[in-house]
């Protein structure tokens, strides 16, 4: 694989297009990346994708094998030339940024690309680099603009281009648009729906881009509202059932995917007393419209027609859809109610 990533870029093209270097990584970046390779293969078309740009080789999938991220081998099925698929570990890496000034790009595109950009990397195309960004900047800076959006209950998001400069999703947007967020969306859904909005959004854009219009129109962004959406961690899984239940549904729906949101409760066989407290994975949740759980029942776990009841915080009350235990397959409601054999929930 190492082989296949090399480092020695070819010639600059001698077409009279403009160079595009495109950087991306996850599987949500190759409708950008299809937008742009099918876009200048048109005849009309004034740029070339010169070279992509993505994290080297990692451990992925239940094999834990090591693959190529999901841009590069996107790339390498629709025969873009493997010597210009560049993984460097860092974007300052010197043996990297001297083949970038060969290619003489004139624009950088990053989509989810997950590496700091370095100012010496900046300083590369003419025309700057731009970003498309799952959020409408200034909010939610940072690497987790859609889950912490979907985390905080948000009505209304969007995706936003704007120029990449040293601080962090702090330069002038280009254009953005705004999208209204169901209460069921799931963070992986929005996230690969922003992003096609976003490729739509950098096409419509990059004729302004290329004739530099983009950079006189482009605003300044607003310090004084300025979010953060720090990165999501494993430790953050847990639900807590003392909090309301509109929060856990919002987390639940935000951290869909990964790492997925987990809660431990009790399964008891009132026959002959056994308990036993399961780890399990909370995947679909809604409110329920019942919001008032009596106090003598706050521990028990209750079912409705297709749904657990887990009494919450504030008397709310959370119906779970779908869960999934250790080592199993996600499974609806009424078929984990199935499984319990009569036996009862609690929460442990």
Same mark, same amino acid.
């Not at 900047?137 to 603009?145: E, K, N, S, T």
């Given at each position: 694989?190492?082989?296949?990533?090399?480092?020695?870029?070819?010639?600059?093209?001698?077409?009279?297009?403009?160079?595009?270097?495109?950087?991306?990584?996850? !599987?949500?970046?190759?409708?950008?990346?299809?937008?742009?390779?099918?876009?200048?293969?048109?005849?009309?078309?004034?740029?070339?994708?010169?070279?992509?740009?993505?994290?080297?080789?990692?451990?992925? &999938?239940?094999?834990?094998?090591?693959?190529?991220?999901?841009?590069?081998?996107?790339?390498? &099925?629709?025969?873009?030339?493997?010597?210009?698929?560049?993984?460097?570990?860092?974007?300052?890496?010197?043996?990297?940024?001297?083949?970038?000034?060969?290619?003489?790009?004139?624009?950088?595109?990053?989509?989810?690309?997950?590496?700091?950009?370095?100012?010496?990397?900046?300083?590369?195309?003419?025309?700057?680099?731009?970003?498309?960004?799952?959020?409408?900047?200034?909010?939610?800076?940072?690497?987790?603009?859609?889950?912490?959006?979907?985390?905080?209950?948000?009505?209304?998001?969007?995706?936003?281009?704007?120029?990449?400069?040293?601080?962090?999703?702090?330069?002038?947007?280009?254009?953005? &648009?705004?999208?209204?967020?169901?209460? !069921?969306?799931?963070?992986?859904?929005?996230?690969?729906?922003?992003?096609?909005?976003?490729? @739509?959004?950098?096409?419509?854009?990059?004729?302004?881009?290329?004739?530099?219009?983009?950079?006189?129109?482009?605003?300044? !962004?607003?310090?004084?509202?300025?979010?953060?959406?720090?990165?999501?961690?494993?430790?953050?899984?847990?639900?807590?059932?003392? !909090?309301?239940?509109?929060?856990?549904?919002?987390?639940?729906?935000?951290?869909?995917?990964?790492?997925?949101?987990?809660?431990?409760?009790?399964?008891?066989?009132?026959?002959?007393?056994?308990?036993?407290?399961?780890?399990?994975?909370?995947?679909?949740?809604?409110?329920?419209?019942?919001?008032?759980?009596?106090?003598? @029942?706050?521990?028990?776990?209750?079912?409705?027609?297709?749904?657990?009841?887990?009494?919450?915080?504030?008397?709310?009350?959370? @119906?779970?859809?779908?869960?999934?235990?250790?080592?199993?397959?996600?499974?609806?409601?009424?078929?984990?109610?199935?499984?319990?054999?009569?036996?009862?929930?609690?929460?442990?």
């Amino acid at each position: 694989l190492r082989r296949l990533f090399c480092f020695n870029a070819s010639a600059p093209s001698l077409s009279k297009k403009k160079p595009l270097v495109f950087m991306g990584s996850p !599987q949500v970046s190759v409708t950008v990346l299809d937008a742009l390779l099918n876009s200048s293969s048109s005849p009309s078309s004034n740029f070339e994708v010169a070279a992509i740009v993505t994290q080297p080789p990692s451990k992925r &999938e239940r094999g834990r094998k090591i693959l190529p991220s999901p841009i590069a081998e996107h790339a390498l &099925e629709r025969g873009f030339p493997s010597d210009l698929i560049f993984t460097p570990e860092r974007a300052g890496e010197e043996i990297f940024l001297s083949n970038l000034r060969d290619l003489q790009p004139e624009l950088c595109v990053t989509a989810a690309y997950g590496n700091i950009l370095p100012t010496k990397f900046l300083k590369i195309p003419t025309l700057g680099t731009v970003n498309i960004h799952p959020s409408l900047l200034p909010l939610y800076r940072g690497a987790a603009p859609v889950q912490r959006a979907l985390q905080d209950g948000v009505k209304e998001t969007g995706v936003s281009l704007a120029f990449t400069v040293r601080a962090l999703d702090a330069g002038p947007v280009i254009a953005y &648009e705004r999208y209204e967020v169901d209460d !069921q969306i799931k963070a992986p859904d929005l996230l690969e729906l922003l992003f096609v909005k976003g490729s @739509e959004l950098l096409m419509r854009e990059l004729p302004s881009i290329f004739d530099g219009s983009a950079k006189l129109k482009a605003q300044s !962004q607003d310090d004084s509202k300025v979010t953060l959406a720090p990165k999501v961690t494993p430790e953050e899984a847990w639900l807590s059932f003392d !909090q309301e239940a509109k929060l856990l549904h919002n987390k639940v729906r935000a951290f869909a995917g990964w790492p997925g949101t987990r809660a431990k409760i009790a399964i008891i066989d009132e026959g002959n007393g056994q308990r036993d407290v399961v780890d399990i994975k909370i995947i679909t949740t809604r409110v329920s419209a019942n919001q008032i759980v009596p106090e003598n @029942e706050i521990d028990d776990i209750g079912f409705t027609k297709g749904a657990l009841v887990i009494p919450c915080g504030g008397g709310s009350a959370l @119906e779970v859809l779908e869960v999934q235990l250790p080592g199993k397959k996600v499974v609806n409601a009424d078929a984990f109610r199935n499984g319990l054999r009569g036996r009862k929930l609690k929460k442990a």
